[in-house]
Every structure is written in C-alpha cells, then in structure tokens.
C-alpha cells in the first residue's frame, strides 16, 4: 500500500525546489479542493504547468498526475467526515437545477461504464463459482455493508444460502469461516475507498483457506483486485472527482448477476459471437436512455 501522500509530501517538502513547494503548498493547504481539480486546473491554481505537475508526482512515487490525485482522494475520504466532502460538493453548484442534473448524469454514467467494464463471461463465470458452491459468504465493512445487504437480499429470495459476516465481530466471522472452509464455500468481498481493512484481512483469511472470491469494487487498484478469482469494476460518481461512493452501479451489476444466475433456456456459458451479440444489445439500451 502505497504512503499517505500528504505525509510524503511534508517528508519531501524541505528537499523540493521553490515551484515544488509552491505546489506543495497548494496541496497542503486544502486537499480536498486538490482532490477535485484537473490537472490543468491545478497547475493554473499553482502557477506552474502540467509538465510539471506530471513531474512533481513521479517525484513522489506515483506513475502519473492521475494516480497521486486518486490517493490525495482516498486520504480526504479517509480523513474527512461525509458531511464535509458534501458540503464542499454542493458549495461548487450554485443554481439548484444544475446540481439535480449533474448527480443525474453522473449516476446514469456510472451504470453505463459498470456494464462497459464487466462483461457477460464474468458474469457467467461468477453464476457458475456460485451454484457450484454449497453456500456464499459476503464481508463488508462500514457502508460497504448498505451494498451487501442488498446482495445478500437478492440471493436469499434466488433460493441461494448466504450468510453475511459481521466484521466488527472478528470471533464470530472468523468461527464462521472456519466452519465453511471444509464445504465449497464462495466469499464475495465488497469495498469502496477508503477500502477497509478488515473486508481486506477477511479476503486474505478466505484466500488462503482456498475458497473462490468474487469481489466487487471500484477501481483496478482496490486491494481486492489482486486477491479474486473474478472482480467487478463498478466506478461510482465519477463527475464529483471520485470521492463520494455511490453504490447505484453495485445494485445494477447485483441484479444482472441475479437475473443471470436464473437464466436457465443454456446453462452453459455463451459463444464469443453471443457475448458480442449481448454486448451489442447493451450499448443499443444505453444510447435508447442518453
């Protein structure tokens, strides 16, 4: 896991040369605002270029402007209470209708790059993990949770066994995994940023145990990515800079899930020409909506 980036930054200010630090600077000052700027709007605010605003983040470990922006996100949504990055949301709108419209927009956006990033063999890949397994285990943590209720929700009506962990009660969770670990048990792990430790650990515990993981998260670099069998990317909120996690695209991708795993006219998984032909159908849908 990579340092705290505004830790690094303060490690590496005395170091830095006059520009470094005025961009620094910036940074320290108000990093939610930072979190929320484009690269050319930050480089404007600091009076230097996008050049070197590329250049100021590799000097901090990071790829690309992008990746230290994502993590200046990530330490706001961690440090920052919910009600303060709302506020300084709707602080940006001031006409009413314009804000209605953009978190319409951004919502609707959300679901649409959710179906663009997973596709039908994931799907069905994930259908098949379940029904070989005797029962699904899900791990949430904190509002992750709101998310794992509803999947647990919508299983539980398919029929399916599923027990949802209550992280908080390490013992309790982890005396249920031990009990499911000689069944063919599947864990489904959820987590947005600032991505739980917990939900992390529990993954790691399920992993080793030998169970499947399917995990659900936002972002290619969640830790649960590297740790799953099968992962769903569902990008929330992209339009408000990635820092307030809107679970509309978790639902959307639930119930294709839900849907799919009672699909029963094959049982088998879909010709390459089908998954286009499916595809198709779906990019048809979306531009039916815009």
């Known amino acids: ?8 930054i303060k490690k590496n200010y005395a170091g830095m040369n006059t520009t470094r630090r005025r961009i620094s600077d910036y940074i320290l000052e108000d990093p939610a605002r ?24 590799k000097s901090l470990g990071f790829s690309s402007f992008a990746d230290l922006r994502k993590s200046i996100q990530e330490h706001v949504l961690l440090w920052n209470r919910a009600s303060e990055r709302m506020k300084f949301f709707t602080s940006t709108f001031g006409d009413a209708s314009e ?11 959300s679901v649409e790059e959710a179906f663009r990033r997973n596709d039908l063999n994931s799907l069905f890949s994930a259908v098949k993990m379940m029904k070989d397994s005797s029962r699904i285990l899900i791990a949430s ?34 005396t249920r995994i031990e009990a499911a670990k000689d069944e063919k048990a599947t864990l489904i792990s959820i987590a947005t940023p600032p991505y739980g430790a917990p939900t992390t650990a529990f993954t ?51 119930d294709a899930l839900s ?32």
């Open 99 to 109: 804000l209605f419209a953009r978190i319409a927009d951004t919502e609707r956006l």
């Open 1 to 8: 896991m990579k340092e705290d980036p505004i830790e690094l």
């Open 259 to 290: 849907f799919f795993y009672s699909y029963d006219s094959a049982h088998t998984m879909p010709k390459s020409d089908l998954v286009k032909d499916y595809s198709d159908i779906i990019k048809e849908v979306i531009s039916q909506i815009e």
């Open 34 to 57: 930072c979190s929320f700027l484009s690269i050319r709007e930050l480089a404007k605010c600091a009076d230097t270029t996008d050049v070197t605003l590329i250049a100021f983040s």
């Open 204 to 254: 790691k515990l399920c992993r080793k145990m030998g169970m499947g993981i399917i995990s659900f998260t936002d972002h290619e670099s969640s830790p649960l990515v590297e740790l799953s069998d099968i992962s769903f990317i569902c990008p929330s909120m992209q339009n408000f800079g990635g820092m307030t996690n809107s679970y509309v695209p978790f639902f959307a991708i639930f």
């Open 141 to 174: 943590h904190n509002a992750s949770r709101i998310a794992a209720s509803y999947l647990q929700y919508r299983l539980l009506s398919l029929g399916i066994e599923t027990y949802l962990l209550d992280l908080a009660e390490v013992h309790q969770s982890v």
